[in-house]
């Protein structure tokens, strides 16, 4: 299945671009301004370099203000960057790793290393089962990757998150799901030295490498919360005030409802800003999304799709749709690779999925 991200074009205030990579393995960008047609998807990579739908991440340059950053691990397991200035034309991808050090393909997460205003972080797991991190200080050159945990703690190219712990404005935190079924978190304060990763569950809770998002919980400023589908199916949340103890995980859907482990996005629903919104394909093929408004209950999941539409825990991403400030758009491949979106402005009724490829 497709693997997806979604960025603003830094440089384009009102231009949202969604990445993959298609049965090619070329690396595409489909792309809309404001609320005009959408267009694309065109090629920014030569066929052949990467395996076919591999995992994609996608960042602001931190200290290059115009500058969009898109990862992907080739098939030669080299981190690789495509990117481009403003409304200029696309550069690379150039690696930015050696060669044989991560799995074809392997899930990618980037960040700002918060409390370093101008340096962006990338995040995969190696062959190894170690967590790394490459960097990059403004328009400088490309440092690491280096080990951030020991080998042997993840599988090879697990899925990962990355977020502010907020409430602590210099805390960089990474999430992934362990070989023993656990979600740990890695974290570094400032530019301090990286610590962990420890567990926030218990062992055996989520599949081992289970897809993982983070989040704000809107109208919280507080808290940070993290999502992964369990063995059972059912949508879990983890969750931490500032600098307090972690939270749950506890369920926020019923068992059985997606496929362990499933691909999941968290984000806004724009023009509600108390509302965080979370995205996952059940095991019927829909899209659907669960909710809560501040501190309140969690509501859902509900479909935003027709059933059959989407492979079961299909990925997803979500995204404002930069141009239309209340609007949140959500993206997801069908078994043909055929990018869709659907979209809600504010706290009115879903929209689509429609094509836009």
């Known amino acids: 299945m497709a693997k997806l991200a979604a960025s603003n074009q830094f440089g384009i205030p009102n231009q949202t671009d969604v990445f993959a990579v298609d049965g090619n393995g070329s690396l595409r960008v489909s792309w809309v301004v404001s609320a005009g047609a959408w267009n694309g998807p065109a090629q920014i990579g030569p066929a052949g370099l990467f395996p076919s739908r591999a995992a994609v991440a996608s960042s602001n340059q931190f200290g290059i203000p115009n500058q969009t950053d898109v990862f992907a691990v080739g098939r030669d397991g080299a981190l690789n960057v495509a990117w481009v200035v403003s409304a200029d034309r696309w550069n690379g991808p150039t690696p930015i790793s050696a060669a044989g050090l991560f799995p074809a393909g392997a899930a990618i997460a980037a960040s700002n290393q918060f409390g370093i205003p101008n340096q962006t972080d990338v995040f995969a797991v190696s062959d190894s089962g170690a967590l790394n991190v490459a960097w990059v200080v403004s328009a400088e050159r490309w440092n690491g990757p280096i080990p951030i945990s020991a080998a042997g703690h993840f599988p090879a190219g697990a899925p990962l998150a990355t977020s502010n712990q907020f409430g602590i404005p210099n805390q960089t935190d990474v999430f992934v799901v362990d070989n023993k079924g656990a979600l740990n978190v890695a974290w570094v304060v400032g530019a301090g030295s990286w610590n962990g990763p420890i567990p926030i569950s218990?062992?055996?809770?989520?599949?081992?490498?289970?897809?993982?998002?983070?989040?704000?919980?809107?109208?919280?400023?507080?808290?940070?919360?993290?999502?992964?589908?369990?063995?059972?199916?059912?949508?879990?949340?983890?969750?931490?005030?500032?600098?307090?103890?972690?939270?749950?995980?506890?369920?926020?859907?019923?068992?059985?409802?997606?496929?362990?482990?499933?691909?999941?996005?968290?984000?806004?629903?724009?023009?509600?800003?108390?509302?965080?919104?979370?995205?996952?394909?059940?095991?019927?093929?829909?899209?659907?999304?669960a909710w809560v408004v501040s501190a309140g209950n969690w509501n859902g999941p509900v479909s935003i799709s027709p059933t059959n539409l989407f492979p079961a825990g299909a990925a997803v991403a979500a995204s404002n749709q930069f141009g239309i400030p209340n609007q949140t758009d959500v993206f997801a491949a069908d078994s043909d690779g055929v990018l869709h979106v659907a979209w809600v402005v504010s706290a009115g009724n879903w929209n689509g999925p429609i094509s836009i490829a």
């Open 202 to 289: 218990p062992p055996g809770l989520f599949p081992p490498g289970a897809a993982v998002a983070a989040s704000n919980q809107f109208g919280i400023p507080n808290q940070t919360d993290v999502f992964v589908v369990d063995n059972q199916g059912a949508l879990n949340v983890a969750w931490v005030v500032g600098a307090d103890r972690w939270n749950g995980p506890v369920p926020i859907s019923p068992a059985g409802l997606f496929p362990p482990g499933a691909a999941v996005a968290a984000s806004n629903q724009f023009g509600i800003p108390n509302q965080t919104d979370v995205f996952a394909v059940g095991r019927d093929g829909a899209l659907r999304v």
